[in-house]
């Protein structure tokens, strides 16, 4: 059941849900934005080096698909690379031989999520494995961390709550991230003991405010990667995926005013063909 309400001089969609052996109220109203805007004539955040993403009118014969040059109507063609410009979600096609269409992985529905804020720890400090071996100036996720956020929160979950997506924003939460260029900025990454834990915690679709889920140069290991999607290492074999039904969605940011704990997360993203897409994470608040 539903009803349109007025709270605070703005309108309120709740929904009462069926989440596993709980009945839980949420906002459908007033989602949360995690993806972050990508101004094609402003800063951009940027990684691996890749170009701006960039737009520029569409030209057939004398049309030139800019009004403001005469043109009937705007019409602009799009270049990006979506693993390297704003928030886009992967599937585990970033891998393989085989052609794997993130679209395919993204669920159409609601998702029971957790939201955690996590303090990225120094190489030196962490004790946790990665592949290749954390070198000095790493910042790592570590499995640690992750727990101990969790355990932070645990009380106010909900009964039975069972989270199959998690949230990731790192600490401190500076908003320059929505811009940043990482090429002379290393970003923290998942150590595998995080990578590892979240699959055995049934974690199935991640939300990360960094650009990969692997240090940016790895020599090729994926390491992370692999491990969440329950691919091999050395692996490029589609069929060898235990976990291809899983998402990894990168480059989002998390505003400070959505706090830790549950919430519901859908991904959307539009019907195109790629082991990546741009994408638009949107957290739903669940209500007392």
Known sequence: MQALRKRDGAAWLIARLAVGSSELAVDLARPVDLAVPLDFDGAQPRHFGAE????????????????????????????????????????????????????????LGLIPALLLSVAPEEAGHANE???????????????????????????????????????????????????????GNPPPYLT???????????IEHLVLDVPSVD????????????????????????????????????????????ADGAWLLAIHAPALGGDAVPSRPLLYRLLA
């Open 52 to 107: 701006p993403a960039s737009a520029r009118p569409f030209v057939a014969g004398a049309f030139s698909g800019d009004v403001g040059r005469g043109a009937s109507c705007n019409c602009g063609t799009i270049t990006l690379t979506p693993h390297c410009n704003g928030t886009h979600t992967e599937s585990v096609g970033h891998l393989t031989r085989e052609p794997f269409d993130a679209r395919r992985a993204i669920p």
């Open 192 to 202: 595998l003991d995080a990578a590892r834990g979240l699959v055995a915690g049934g």
């Open 215 to 258: 240090r940016t140069y790895d020599e090729g290991h994926l390491s992370g990667h692999r491990a969440f999607f329950g691919l091999p290492a050395r692996s490029t074999r589609l069929a060898d995926a235990t976990r291809a039904h899983c998402t990894i969605t990168e480059l989002a940011y998390v505003p400070d005013d959505a």
């Open 129 to 183: 494995a990665a592949t290749p071996p954390p070198v000095a100036g790493d910042r790592l996720i570590t499995h640690r961390a992750l727990r101990t956020a969790r355990d932070r929160v645990q009380a106010r979950l909900p009964p039975a709550f069972a989270p199959r997506a998690l949230v990731v924003r790192t600490l401190p939460n500076d908003p320059s991230k929505r811009t940043r260029d990482y090429a």
